[in-house]
Structure formats: C-alpha cells, structure tokens
C-alpha cells in the first residue's frame, strides 16, 4: 500500500536515484477528484532507504539496518508513531507545550486512540481532521479534553494523510500512505516519510492552518454524532479547498527575478 516509486538514473559516470514519495496513487480515474500530497526527491536520507523498501518486496527479507528516516509498515511505523506521541507527552510533562495534528481518512485502530487519549489527559493539545471513519470520542470531561475533530468533504476528496508533531518547537511533520487503522499500522507495507525542507514544511503547515480555519466545509465530529457544520470566525467565509487554490495560484503568481 505504499506509494513509492524509484529511478536510477546514471549521470556522466555515476548513478543517482530519485524517488517519488506520495499519500495516494498515480491513477487517471481518481487524479481529477482526489486531493494528495507527494515528494519527488533525491535526498539520499530518503532514496536510500527507499530502494531498501523496493529490495525487501522483491527478496522478502527484512531490511537491515533499521530504518532510520523511514517510518514502514511491518517494521517499525506503529513502534515510531508511538515514541512521537510520547514525545509531546514527556514534553508536556516537563512544563513545555505539546501538540498533535493529523490529517487521515479514517482513525480506527484501538492502540492508537488509547495513546491519543493518554495524551490528551497528559495535557497534549490534538487536533483532527478525519475526513471518513473516526473511532475516537473528542472533548469528553477527564478523558478528551484536549482533542477536537472535524471534517471537511468537499468538491475533493480529501486523502492526504499529514501527521505533524510539534515536538518541543522543532516541528516534525510526515506525509504517509498510512491511515491509523490496523490493517495499515499492523498488516500492510506502508511508508510515512519525513520532511525535511523548510520550504516544504512551512507549505504543509500553511495547508493545516487553511484547514483547520474552514467555517463551510468542515463539520465538527463530536460525541453526540450531530456532525454540525463548523461556523464562526468572523465575518470572512473560509472553504478550505479553494483557499488552498489561490494559496498555490499565489505562489505561482510570483515572479522569478534573475540576477
């Protein structure tokens, strides 16, 4: 289920791989209405273990060493979503701020939303955007205070999966193909990988602030299962999908001055 591709390519008298990184497939019947995120790169942090995915499907034998970038189904992406999650909460205990955002289809799997809620009682400030399904009870007394959900459906079907960390300021942020569901965390070949430019990563952020501030698509995913759409913030109406349009459109707007 991991969207990975890999290209080596020889330049002059060496070789150099690019690796494309995604949350969705390159398919022509979903490419106009869904909505994905992808890196294409040659980071060798990145290519390297990539092509170390590609050899374990083809010989079937697990890779050594450990992944080290890298968050794989089968190997080490439950064990690795675990010790982020614990991070916020250790920082949280020791009187910093804590933050947790994800972005998924559907959040499912038993283990995971028990560490979400021990992190929300531990002070963790989480917030979802859960487009599908949503096993998790937000903004219970002493139990979810600190988690609120919503979800937006919209013109685009919304499958990136984003998880950011906030991770004591040095924010930490991955794309995967990943939801949290345990066919995903525990049976599938999956890849969450990191982001490391800050060009990149402040546009993944910019896309989660966009989000989280829709008042027309989103609905808000609570206990009583209304899901009533999300209103307030002004008198300026937000739809989050065309807001990330002109976001892009003025990025692409800019000039390009030569020197």
Not at 247 to 252: E, I, M, P, T
């Given at each position: 289920h991991a969207k990975l591709a890999l290209v080596t390519r020889k330049e002059n008298t060496q070789s150099t791989n690019y690796t494309y990184l995604g949350t969705g497939n390159f398919h022509e019947g979903t490419a106009t209405v869904y909505s994905d995120l992808g890196l294409f790169t040659t980071d060798t942090q990145l290519t390297?273990?990539?092509?170390?995915?590609f050899n374990h499907l083809e010989n079937i034998k697990a890779p050594i060493p450990p992944f080290n970038h890298l968050l794989i189904g089968q190997f080490n992406l439950r064990k690795g979503l675990h010790k982020l999650i614990d991070r916020e909460i250790k920082n949280v205990k020791a009187g910093k701020k804590g933050l947790i955002i994800l972005k998924l289809n559907s959040l499912q799997d038993p283990e995971m939303i028990k560490r979400l809620y021990d992190a929300s009682n531990a002070g963790v400030k989480i917030k979802l955007i859960i487009r599908g399904i949503c096993s998790i009870i937000p903004k219970v007394k002493n139990f979810s205070d600190n988690i609120q959900i919503i979800s937006i459906v919209d013109r685009f079907l919304e499958h990136a999966r984003i998880y950011y960390f906030y991770n004591n300021g040095k924010q930490a942020i991955y794309l995967s193909s990943a939801d949290w569901m345990t066919r995903n965390l525990s049976r599938r070949i999956e890849a969450a990988f990191p982001i490391y430019d800050s060009t990149i990563h402040k546009e993944i952020r910019d896309f989660l602030r966009i989000q989280l501030k829709d008042n027309v698509k989103a609905r808000i995913i609570d206990g009583k299962k209304d899901s009533n759409y999300k209103t307030g913030g002004g008198d300026m109406k937000i739809r989050a999908q065309i807001e990330t349009y002109y976001?892009?459109?003025?990025?692409?707007d800019i000039p390009i001055i030569s020197t």
């Open positions: 390297d273990e990539v092509s170390r995915v976001y892009l459109k003025r990025k692409s």
